[in-house]
């Protein structure tokens, strides 16, 4: 059974750009979460999706969006991008509520 | 509010010898616990988790973690510990109505040779 797929796997951006990171749950799986990593705050959560439907929300700028498909797939938007964003994006997949969340490679982006 | 608190970041261990990170939780969170791993430039591995039944949870890897509600921990342990042992350990938890995770700021855990 295939993990949990985030593509690209690295990323380098200017300033000002967009960037959007995808993600490819496992296969039944159909809530998907995206999480932020940097070394001063930790794991921190910015999205659910359950159904291609947000579900929950973190506390996040506009900048930051995400959407899922109908096959579950989802993909996450961060406009305008700041030094600051730089970090490591990890995506989860699971069940639902209440069951045991499973992480891709996640993509490591910097943003120069 | 909701919060998951590991109380070491760094924890220092020969190796073969016993390991415990620690690991304190909010009511609200307290209904799902899970243990992580992460080794360098990698995604989250589940060790163990907790979600009802017995409070001793035994994972993947020799780690074990027991649930007490009355002092609101989740500690991992681990009898023996490798070089390999040589991680990031984060804990979590949620709640039943909800898929977000809350993270501790993770531990750090050093096995020397």
Redesign the interface.
């Given at each position: 059974k295939a993990g949990v797929t985030q593509t690209p796997r690295y990323l380098i951006k200017t300033r000002g750009q967009q960037v959007t990171l995808s993600c490819s749950p496992i296969s039944g799986h159909r809530s998907v979460s995206w999480y932020q990593q940097t070394p001063g705050q930790g794991l921190q959560f910015l999205f659910e999706y359950f159904s291609e439907t947000q579900r929950n929300k973190g506390n996040f700028p506009g900048r930051f969006s995400g959407r899922q498909f109908s096959n579950s797939r989802s993909e996450m938007n961060v406009s305008t991008l700041e030094l600051g964003d730089s970090a490591l994006y990890l995506c989860a997949s699971s069940l639902g509520q209440g069951s045991e969340a499973f992480f891709g490679q996640g993509t490591r982006l910097t943003v120069v | 509010a909701q919060s998951v608190t590991q109380l070491d970041s760094q924890v220092p261990v020969f190796e073969e010898a016993p390991v415990e990170l620690r690991c304190n939780y909010s009511s609200s969170v307290s209904?799902?616990l899970?243990w992580?791993v992460q080794y360098p430039?990698?995604?989250?591995?589940?060790l163990l988790?907790y979600?009802s039944g017995s409070t001793l949870v035994k994972g993947i890897n020799g780690f074990e973690a027991e649930f007490n509600k009355s002092q609101t921990s989740f500690h991992l342990r681990k009898p023996s510990v490798h070089i390999s042992d040589t991680a990031e350990y984060?804990c979590?938890g949620t709640t039943?109505?909800?898929?977000?995770?809350?993270?501790?700021?993770?531990t750090t855990l050093q096995v020397k040779p």
């Open positions: - | 209904v799902y899970f992580y430039n990698q995604g989250l591995q589940l988790k979600l984060f979590a039943s109505n909800t898929g977000k995770l809350i993270f501790g700021q993770g």
